[in-house]
Nanobody, 115 residues
């Protein structure tokens, strides 16, 4: 079992920055992939970014490439999402995801960007 807790969401003006954090707890050795997804009202949940177990392979959606940076700290069982130059289209609930034998989701954290 893996329990994920996100933090760092909030409200920011367009052009601003936020950093999301997600910490995993539970019974596991080392989590494989970790990542961030987001979901806006009326839209499907979509991948924002993910990172492999070693932190040396990262994927980004085209919408956030160049603005967001994902990183992880295996010593803290944590994954982070640095979000810069936010725009209103980034408004969504952001979910942390972890894969360890099965997939696990956090409860989500709201990010609201105003113009």
């Amino acid at each position: 079992q893996v329990h994920l807790v996100e933090s760092g969401g909030g409200s920011v003006q367009s052009g601003g920055s936020l950093t999301l954090s997600c910490v995993a707890s539970g019974s596991f050795y080392t989590i494989y992939e970790m990542g961030w997804y987001r979901q806006s009202p009326g839209k499907q949940r979509e991948l924002v970014a993910d990172v492999n177990i070693h932190g040396d392979f990262k994927r980004y959606s085209d919408a956030v490439k160049g603005r967001f940076t994902i990183s992880r700290d295996n010593s803290k069982n944590a994954v982070y999402l640095q979000m810069n130059n936010l725009n209103v289209e980034d408004t969504a609930v952001y979910y942390c995801y972890a894969h360890y034998l099965s997939g696990y989701w956090g409860q989500g954290t709201q990010v609201t960007v105003s113009s």
